[in-house]
């Protein structure tokens, strides 16, 4: 009872909810959908795993790839997110929320001058793995809004098109 009353005191006697802050609310409702995303692509992951796996690549959380970019800096990546594909922001996001907030830090840009070719444009707003190279050091809008690019991307696959080709097991 003291610990209650001792942060009721230190938040100036006030009790702080969520549903009384709609901000609050908001974060928090973001950061729950920014860790279930996180958390399918894991088990997506972890279910085909060696399947995909090629001796240069490397299968990466995107957050590990935005938070520490100088350790996969021009490496085959394969990574999981929300994929828009839009005339000069074509972007791997964390999540679809992220992507309609428009927090392009969160967001990888996607540069492929031929992904038009590669009919990429079929997993548009969508949740997918992309194996491509990785690159954090570059110049140039629009690729000053995100802090990373995949280029020379080698495939584009839907997240839950791994779970449906793994066979049952018995």
Known sequence: MALKKDALNILGGKKMSTH???????IVGSMLLAISTFLLCMISLSCNKDARKSPE?????????????????????????????EVETDAIYLSKEHYESEIGQNALYLWDDK????????????????????????KGRPLALFPGMIYDVRSITPVFAHIEDEEPKK
């Open 20 to 26: 009384s802050n709609p901000f609050l609310s908001r």
């Open 57 to 85: 690549e490397s299968e990466v959380p995107l957050v590990r790839l935005l938070a520490c970019p100088e350790k996969y800096e021009n490496r085959f990546v394969s990574v999981c997110g929300y994929l828009h594909l």
């Open 115 to 138: 992904i038009n070719e590669k009919n990429f444009g079929q997993y548009n707003n969508q949740y997918v793995w992309i194996m491509g190279r990785f690159r954090s050091q570059y």
